[in-house]
């Protein structure tokens, strides 16, 4: 069964890190890019970050740009986002996606989502 | 990046047709064919319903289509049906080599 399973979360205070993991299973995680995305409570999908396939390409955007970094460990087939600096706008489920087979063509951001890990930011 | 541009809510009778737009600019929507759409059920992960404006990944209902027209992209749910209600978010890759996505849309099936 393809499953990613997203681990990490948790109470933080403002400035304070935190570092996220997906675990991935199911399917060859060495040949996808791979997504972070956040939603605020009640709130909508924000995209925060990609890695390609070898980890060698990252793009984010700008709100965590500095202060984010997504990374990845393809033998152990597990992603990575590193929270630095977190402030209370950083407060919010954050899931992790499996984007499309390197060299694909594709740029749809995920196929297949894990269940969410949530981050609050709060002193 | 601004977020795409959705409407708030939709509604429809079951057996109805709905459409959803998505609204951006020339460096995403508009500049790309890969604008693709989600449902989200609360409390649950988003599930891709369509990818690259109209292609439907396996297993996802032929009642679900997508399409284009300049900077302005529209989900159609025809033949609605009580589980079709959900959130809708449309997604995009952008000239910044970055992906935004719309505000969402609150898909009420009366």
């Known amino acids: 069964e393809v499953q990613l399973v997203e681990s990490g979360g948790g109470l933080v205070q403002p400035g304070g890190s935190l570092r996220l993991s997906c675990a991935a299973s199911g399917f060859t995680f060495s040949g996808h890019w791979m997504h972070w995305v956040r939603q605020a409570p009640g709130k909508g999908l924000v995209w925060v970050s990609r890695i390609n396939s070898d980890g060698s390409s990252t793009t984010y955007a700008d709100s965590v740009k500095g202060r984010l970094t997504i990374s990845r460990d393809n033998a152990k087939n597990t992603l990575h986002l590193q929270m630095n600096s977190l402030r209370a706008e950083d407060t919010a489920v954050y899931f992790c996606?499996?984007?499309?087979?390197?060299?694909?063509?594709?740029?749809?951001?995920?196929?297949?989502w894990g269940q969410g890990t949530t981050v609050t930011v709060s002193s | 990046q601004s977020a795409l541009t959705q409407p708030a809510s939709v509604s429809g009778s079951p057996g109805q047709s709905i459409t959803i737009s998505c609204t951006g600019t020339s460096s995403d929507v508009g500049g790309y064919n890969y604008v693709s759409w989600y449902q989200q059920h609360p409390g649950k992960a988003p599930k891709l319903m369509i990818y690259?404006?109209?292609n439907r990944p396996s297993g996802v209902s032929n009642r679900f289509s997508g399409s284009k027209s300049g900077n302005t992209a529209s989900l159609t749910i025809s033949g609605l049906q009580t589980e079709d209600e959900a959130d809708y978010y449309c997604s995009s890759f952008t000239s910044s080599s970055t992906w935004v996505f719309g505000g969402g849309t609150k898909l009420t099936v009366l």
């Open positions: 996606a499996r984007g499309p087979y390197s060299g694909s063509g594709s740029y749809y951001v995920g196929d297949v």
């Open positions: 690259e404006v109209s």
